[in-house]
């Protein structure tokens, strides 16, 4: 009996941390998702939102000059859905489905407001982290000058091993 517990907790493990990546792992990128949609909800600029605090794991606090006064809005992002709820306005509730696009680390939201003029898609993306950065500036330079640089990297190999072969094959005088 206990081999059989420990081998379904091992299985347990081994499932669950397969799990493809959610948005929810990338806090950077929730904060920006939820100022983005709270500005777009309310038809204010992004700049007028301001991120107050993490109220859980997932669930973020942000305030913006609403109806005469602060108002508060609690935004919750999920795997697939993005939850906003006024905490004073409780009538500003909704439920936004989203997709994260795993290869760029981006949320894409396409949420618009039939009154507000601004209806473009929502992207936010994860920061990336220094490997990334360094791949990504790699594959954005122009084909033809990753070739000569790996044209020049060769023949510098080839001069290197050629000249370290006529050091050591010098006929003794």
Known sequence: MR?????????SVLTFSSLPASGSEFPDMDICIGKNIV??????????????????????LFSVFYANKEARFFVGVYKDMIRVQGKDFMTVTRSIPYHFDETSKCGIVDYSVPDCPTSERIVCCSEKTLDEQLDEKFWDR?????????LRNALQADNASTGTQSDTEQPAQ
Do not use: G, Q, T, W
């Open 3 to 11: 081999h059989f517990f420990i081998l379904i907790c091992l299985f």
């Open 39 to 60: 500005a777009r909800i309310l038809c204010k600029d992004v700049s007028e939102v301001d991120y107050v605090s993490r109220v859980r794991k997932n669930i973020y």
């Open 142 to 150: 122009p084909i033809p000058d990753l070739l000569e640089e790996d």
